[in-house]
């Protein structure tokens, strides 16, 4: 993670709409690999196929190693090799019987990497932010897996170029940070992570004052808010509040209580509520709309408080009712 950032004037009650100008793949410092960016995808004990597994052994752990080029050009990636994950030892002599402890140096002599992988796939690139966010006002060290009303760690592979964040200020300064960079990723991440790898981005700051959203379609707004080109995206969670709804030992019991269930529910219920404010509809009509006109994804189920995100198209909203705004405006 890179932060916090603090945001001159940012008060609790405040939006801080985070534009997403540039994002580009920092290339390989290997004069071997150069004008190559690499990414992996861990298939791992946290990722919700872990227990369904059809071929031995069973379970298993598996990094699959992706190449990007930096040409600005090629618009996708391919997978060059891959292995399963052998017990690894820290500097410190711990071995490490699982992918549990971050940046450790595999021994590539211990694995037998398998260089026949996804032959002549090309995955089209998604360049995305899996974690931004402000700092909640329940807690002083906050653990960055789960996400939560402050934003936090989403990953929904839609956070792109050309897109805003909203996120309800909840500290002084707003104290925005951003990291875990990913060139691709679908709904759920479903084998444990995205092909995580890194990116340098642009990012501009916009603060709405609490006294200017009334009236306006980011009025009532105290979640993490995706405005794209052509749409509006919610984002709901089992737990809209853990650290608040849990109590003193939210951030462990989190990863035990994720559900779908919760999460669609809460999403649902927020993309009710910003229809019937932003046009200015009855609650029946809103659940019409969102039942005929809304998609509903998955967007995490492996980083704790489980995500759903509603998308909603902005030709929905009908000229003179709509309070939307060009985006970038």
Not at 299 to 311: E, P
Request: proline share 7%; glycine share 10%; hydrophobic share 35%.
């Amino acid at each position: 993670m890179t932060g916090p950032v603090y945001v001159c004037g940012a008060e609790p009650g405040d939006l801080l709409e985070v534009r997403i100008l540039d994002l580009t793949p920092r290339p390989s410092g290997n004069p071997i690999y150069e004008g190559k960016a690499f990414g992996s995808n861990a298939g791992a004990w946290w990722g919700f196929h872990y227990n369904n597994l059809s071929e031995d052994p069973s379970p298993r752990e598996v990094i699959t190693i992706y190449a990007i080029e930096t040409d600005g050009e090629t618009s996708w990636a391919e997978a060059v090799h891959r292995y399963r994950w052998v017990p690894q030892a820290t500097p410190d002599g711990e071995m490490h019987e699982r992918i549990d402890y971050p940046g450790i140096i595999v021994d590539q002599d211990q694995v037998v990497q398998l260089d026949e992988t996804l032959e002549g796939v090309k995955l089209p690139l998604r360049l995305h932010i899996g974690a931004m966010g402000v700092a909640p006002s329940e807690a002083d060290i906050v653990d960055s897996i789960p996400p939560s009303y402050f934003g936090g760690n989403i990953d929904d592979r839609h956070v792109g170029i050309g897109t805003s964040m909203y996120y309800p200020v909840a500290v002084p300064g707003a104290l925005f940070s951003a990291g875990d960079a990913h060139a691709s990723q679908g709904d759920s991440e479903l084998n444990g992570t995205a092909i995580e790898t890194s990116m340098t981005g642009v990012f501009q700051f916009v603060l709405h004052k609490q006294a200017d959203l009334e009236g306006s379609i980011l009025a009532g707004v105290d979640y993490p808010l995706l405005e794209t080109p052509d749409s509006w995206i919610v984002h709901g969670f089992t737990f809209p509040n853990y650290l608040a709804e849990l109590g003193e030992d939210a951030q462990t019991e989190i990863y035990e209580l994720s559900s779908i269930d919760p999460a669609l529910k809460d999403s649902s219920t927020k993309m009710r509520n910003f229809l019937m404010n932003g046009m200015n509809i009855s609650e029946d009509e809103a659940y019409s709309l969102i039942t005929v006109g809304t998609d509903f994804a998955i967007t995490q189920v492996v980083d704790g408080n489980w995500g759903v995100h509603g998308i909603v198209s902005k030709q929905l909203f009908p000229e003179g009712t709509s309070k939307t705004r060009p985006h970038g405006s």
